[in-house]
């Protein structure tokens, strides 16, 4: 797995490739949550590179999300694939993220005030 971040219209994009999973997990949790603490309101995650995320993924996914919301800000989700759509919605966390088809679509919801 490889994580690579850049910043766009005042948003962190963190972009994940390869699997979230438990062989993962730890890495991308000690790359991503500290640029939440780091007070950046609004993040787009970046998933088009990702091809599998597992329930420890998605717990991830979830501590996040919820660290954003404790200081007003927001994650919202890109690029997810048919198979990462299925196993958000099997699981009911598609109602917890904003989805987006691309990260330019999800930096213009963004802008103006998801």
Known sequence: MEIKTSTKSGSTI???IGSLDGNTVNEAQE???PMIT???VSMVLDMKGCGYV???GLRLLLMAAK???VQNG?????GLSDEI?????????NNFFKTFES???ALETLRKGA
């Open 103 to 105: 990260v330019a679509s």
């Open 14 to 16: 963190i972009e994940i």
């Open 54 to 56: 597992s329930s420890a």
């Open 31 to 33: 790359k991503i949550m």
């Open 67 to 69: 660290q954003l919301s």
């Open 85 to 93: 759509k299925d196993v958000m919605e099997m699981t009911g966390f």
């Open 38 to 40: 780091s007070n950046n």
């Open 74 to 78: 927001v994650l919202v989700l890109s």
